[in-house]
């Protein structure tokens, strides 16, 4: 795996992989994957706590005293509550995102899980996903979990994004190849 130069992705890492750990070991993984979405869920969808978890105005007292009290309105399990205490007291709230993201990565290396994000110009019927994830899951030597997604303006085919890798067979990119090449020859 690639590291990233950026320090704040480094503790992202560190965090996200020795709370992986202390999962691991209390059996816990799923648990604490499915509260952490819903953290996250709550910092995209609540301006109040994104802006408590990005905002450096907040000293680290008001954000413990903050996430004290969500995590005790909320009742995750006790070691999602720890970790969330855990990261206020130290001031790294606005790290979380980077946290989560991370530890769902982790988790599902664990699984031999792969994410792919596929991006189509109209939604894909059932049977049309599940050819994709097969093919995609064969190409990747892992089972594939897919994150879809409609833009009308690719006009057909795909664009599929596994880790580093980008498959892009949407018209849209064989119109702009074919435009480029015609400018070229005339």
């Not at 792919?116 to 995609?136: F, G, I, K």
Request: proline letters at 3%; a negative charge.
């Amino acid at each position: 795996m690639a590291q990233s130069s950026s320090p704040v992705s480094g503790v992202a890492d560190r965090y996200a992989q020795s709370l992986f750990d202390l999962a691991l070991e209390e059996g816990a993984v799923e648990t604490v994957e499915s509260e952490l979405s819903a953290f996250q869920t709550l910092i995209d969808e609540n301006a109040d706590f994104r802006r408590l978890v990005v905002s450096p105005a907040f000293s680290s007292d008001d954000q413990l005293r903050a996430i004290d009290a969500i995590v005790k309105d909320v009742k995750p399990s006790e070691l999602t509550g720890n970790f969330l205490r855990v990261v206020a007291s130290n001031r790294r709230l606005f790290v979380l995102p980077g946290m989560i993201r991370r530890f769902a990565q982790i988790a599902a290396d664990h699984r031999g899980e792969i994410q792919a994000d596929v991006v189509s110009a109209y939604a894909l019927n059932d049977e049309q996903r599940r050819e994709l994830a097969e093919t995609l899951g064969s190409y990747a030597g892992k089972t594939v979990t897919m994150r879809e997604s409609v833009d009308p303006s690719i006009l057909g085919g795909l664009i599929v994004k596994m880790g580093s890798r980008q498959i892009d067979t949407s018209l849209r990119t064989k119109l702009n190849s074919l435009k480029l090449a015609l400018k070229e020859v005339g």
